[in-house]
């Protein structure tokens, strides 16, 4: 009996200077099979997402569009929201900071629980900034005058701004990751932020000149010539989105939460492995439990980004191949850490060879006999070898979830799909039904691929909902025939 514990779950929120890309659609559906996995083992789960409104660089691409900035984020923040519906993500809130009267207030108090503590203090400052990054560059990461990640040139500032206390928590925070109570997935991910901690923990700037954000931004408290950095501002939406300061959402899924997940991508990890632990411990606020961090999607070997004008349109491959083709060639084609070059043609094998070709052919085919020969589908006396391999895949699946490779357990459940059109092959129930003697064993053939196809159904639904729910009801109350779960193609 599985215990009902409160877990928070969110991804990060992307900054909305344009349309969605392909990365963001693989994003919102690895925290969604998450989600949906961990709902379905009977935890009591909340899940959020958002779009980060208030950087500096929503108010550069305004300008470049001739729009204010409110507008361009209203209208690109649609785009984000609609991508998540799109890829069937089951969200429990979705927080646009720019709109939503929840955040600035929790913004301002998170703000001032670190001020009360004596962890903000005044500095000027001089440094390279990249705004790609939104973030002030070390020596030590500047390559040829330039930010590793973005193409555009540093811009020198010199500020007055509001600092936080970073290197007070510097042991701490060592010790919260290096013990795992907040773990950091894959371990690689663990290792390189325990690195960066030996380097030392600077403190870092938390606000900007109101006059260089153009008073885009939410004003620092008791200073109106400053407005929060965007970083402080972002990361605070993880309890904006719950009610913080106040609510019961708040004290439920983060104050009294077993578990607080953020999952992020490999660019970001910096921010959430170490500035917003140290933002919660000045704070007295409980830390995240995990951080399940993925890598980039590229395309041709080159990260996909709209600063880099390569991003593929989800929305296009949406609409040719369908919602869980493209979640199943996210989730299992590309590993779920590591950097995976996208490719079309992969994708359309996927769905020609393995959806329609395997799992699609198997629910056919299994269909098709019980329809035919009018076959009494019982649940004693399975195969045990079939019975057998859905068990250690049912473990391998919750393996594969709690190590953050769902990659692993998509292959895992697709040797289940194998194996059980290997077994109807060996047994050729066409061949059973020929003779009336041989009618019990075509029930008990049959009754275990029909058994196993409802195991790998139950297994496939958080990561291919809809496709899970047309097999279930397929089988139910009597294995049917219907269409094929994944028609042929157009051509390409
Ligand atoms: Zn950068």
């Not at 069937?88 to 809130?93: L, M, P, R, S, W």
């Not at 170490?274 to 399940?292: D, E, K, Q």
């Not at 880099?308 to 609409?319: E, S």
Request: some cysteine.
């Amino acid at each position: 009996m599985t215990i009902q514990k409160p877990i928070f779950l969110t991804s990060a929120i992307p900054y909305v200077n344009a349309e969605p890309h392909l990365g963001h659609a693989l994003e919102l559906v690895q925290s969604d099979a998450l989600a949906r996995y961990q709902r379905a083992s009977g935890h009591d789960l909340h899940f959020t997402s958002g779009t980060d409104d208030n950087g500096l660089k929503n108010v550069r691409a305004a300008d470049a569009l001739g729009t204010t900035p409110g507008e361009l984020v209203a209208r690109y923040g649609a785009g984000f929201r609609r991508l998540a519906q799109a890829l069937n993500v089951a969200h429990d809130d979705f927080i646009h900071t720019a709109s939503d009267a929840r955040h600035a207030p929790a913004v301002r108090a998170l703000w001032q629980r670190c001020a009360d503590n004596g962890d903000v203090y005044q500095k000027s400052y001089r440094g390279l900034y990249c705004v790609g990054c939104e973030h002030f560059l070390r020596e030590s990461e500047i390559i040829d005058g330039k930010c590793p990640v973005h193409p555009e040139p540093l811009e020198v500032l010199d500020e007055q701004n509001w600092f936080f206390r970073l290197s007070r928590y510097q042991a701490q925070i060592l010790a919260e990751i290096d013990g795992d109570q907040l773990r950091i997935l894959p371990g690689e991910r663990k290792h390189e932020v325990l690195q960066f901690i030996a380097g030392g923990l600077e403190d870092f700037s938390i606000s900007r000149s109101r006059a260089r954000a153009r008073g885009w931004g939410i004003p620092v408290p008791g200073d109106d010539t400053q407005v929060v950095y965007v970083w402080f501002d972002a990361l605070a939406n993880y309890l904006s989105v719950l009610g913080y300061p106040n609510g019961d959402s708040f004290r439920h899924f983060w104050q009294n939460a077993a578990e607080r997940w953020h999952l992020i991508g490999k660019d970001i990890l910096r921010f959430h492995a170490l500035y917003w632990p140290g933002i919660l411990l000045s704070a007295g606020l409980p830390l995240p439990t995990a951080l399940y961090v993925h890598g980039h999607i590229t395309s041709q070997g080159k990260k996909i980004g709209k600063s880099l004008g390569n991003a593929i349109d989800p929305f296009r491959l949406l609409a040719r191949y369908g919602v869980d083709a493209l979640r199943y060639y996210l989730l299992s084609h590309l590993h779920s850490t590591k950097d995976g070059d996208f490719r079309e043609d992969l994708l359309r094998t996927a769905y020609t060879a393995e959806l329609a070709g395997k799992l699609g052919n198997l629910l056919q085919r299994v269909c098709a006999l019980v329809d035919r020969h009018a076959v009494r589908i019982v649940t004693t006396n399975l195969d045990p070898a079939l019975s057998l391999l859905a068990e250690q895949v049912a473990a391998s699946v919750a393996r594969a979830i709690s190590d953050f490779a769902l990659h692993d357990a998509l292959r895992a459940i697709f040797e289940l799909v194998a194996a059980a059109n290997r077994y109807v092959d060996s047994r050729a129930p066409w061949q059973l039904a020929k003779s009336p003697e041989n009618a019990p064993a075509l029930e008990h053939c049959l009754s275990s691929l029909v058994y196993t196809l409802g195991v790998t159904a139950r297994l496939l639904a958080p990561f291919l909902p809809s496709t899970a729910a047309e097999i279930q009801a397929r089988l139910e109350p009597h294995p049917h025939l219907g269409p094929p779960l994944f028609p042929a193609l157009p051509p390409a």
